[in-house]
């Protein structure tokens, strides 16, 4: 389920007519928090200000080629990937269609529309609007847009070339795990570029399929993914991802959502970075095993800053 060098630079040509690439910095407060080298993989400062448009753009590439005649695509999403899904099928002349969960992000809801989808809300969750997508997808002649695909993984893939280019000798990745094509796309480009880094997931505590799935060995579904992270909210794991994780990531680490909070207000006064709940899981992670991370030099995927402004201003009030 992993993508090839040759796959993963095809795919970095194609995405370069579409975005620069995102910066990695080492910040000095922030390494200072962290107790040692800290590098951030600015993954919030794509044109959708998260990582997911990498693969959507190469997706839709591959879509138009194989099937030309493509009217339009529907999808699900928590909105990251309905951005990057809208932000594409623009991008190539096709209209989208985003099914979204009740509640979900006002604002993320709000973007989608100006990249130029259709959103419907639909079910408590996203597995639940994903049932639903397929359905609408036969009934209105659209092509289901996945989360999880082997072209996604190759498009993501993108952002961990040009970090372990940038600082080859990482010795530590921390990624967030949604459905898992950021994870896939991290060990691609780490075996791709013959990189030695262990890279270790990360999952919300109230989400925790995937690492429930990696201790039992296979697919353990959650009963909720109840996270204001939700880029994380993910109740049933994909099975090829999961088995691409199990062969190829150090471990995956759970975390808090009080965790997470506090990264958010970390990157916040480190960095002067906006970052939601999945984007600021990496840092809570190291921040868990810091001790452990002391002398070593870490890769923290910063995948997306996408966050509400009520619920920003709600945990920037709350004491670290």
């Excluded at 209209?95 to 006002?106: A, I, L, M, Q």
Aim: with cysteine; aromatic share 6%; proline share 4%.
């Amino acid at each position: 389920m992993l993508a090839n060098k040759e796959q993963i630079t095809a795919a970095a040509d194609l995405i370069a007519h579409h975005m620069q690439p995102t910066a990695q910095h080492c910040w000095p407060l922030l390494s200072a928090r962290c107790g040692t080298e800290v590098w951030v993989k600015h993954e919030n400062h794509t044109p959708t200000g998260a990582f997911k448009v990498r693969g959507g753009l190469i997706y839709m590439d591959s879509l138009r080629r194989h099937a030309p005649n493509t009217a339009g695509v529907i999808t699900a999403t928590r909105g990251n990937h309905g951005q990057s899904v809208a932000f594409a099928a623009r991008s190539a002349g096709m209209t989208s269609v985003v099914v979204v969960p009740h509640g979900n992000s006002r604002e993320k809801n709000a973007a989608m529309q100006a990249f130029g989808a259709e959103l419907i809300e639909h079910g408590k969750d996203f597995n639940e609007s994903m049932d639903f997508a397929k359905q609408q997808a036969e009934a209105r002649n659209l092509v289901f847009f996945p989360s999880f695909d082997p072209d996604l993984v190759a498009g993501v893939a993108t952002y961990t070339a040009e970090l372990l280019t940038a600082v080859p000798d990482l010795d530590v990745i921390y990624v967030p795990i949604g459905l898992g094509s950021g994870i896939c796309g991290v060990m691609s480009a780490r075996d791709a570029l013959g990189s030695k880094a262990d890279v270790i997931g990360v999952v919300a505590e109230n989400a925790p399929t995937y690492a429930l799935s990696c201790e039992a060995g296979k697919p353990v579904p959650s009963n909720s993914a109840d996270t204001f992270a939700d880029g994380l909210a993910v109740r049933i794991p994909d099975p090829r991802a999961l088995d691409a994780i199990l062969a190829g990531a150090a471990r995956v680490v759970t975390v808090s959502e009080d965790e997470m909070k506090a990264a958010v207000r970390h990157y916040y006064t480190d960095t002067h970075n906006l970052v939601e709940g999945a984007g600021a899981a990496s840092l809570a992670a190291m921040l868990q095993e810091k001790d452990a991370m002391s002398g070593k030099k870490v890769g923290l995927i910063l995948s997306g800053g996408n966050i509400d402004r009520e619920l920003y201003l709600d945990i920037l009030s709350e004491a670290s």
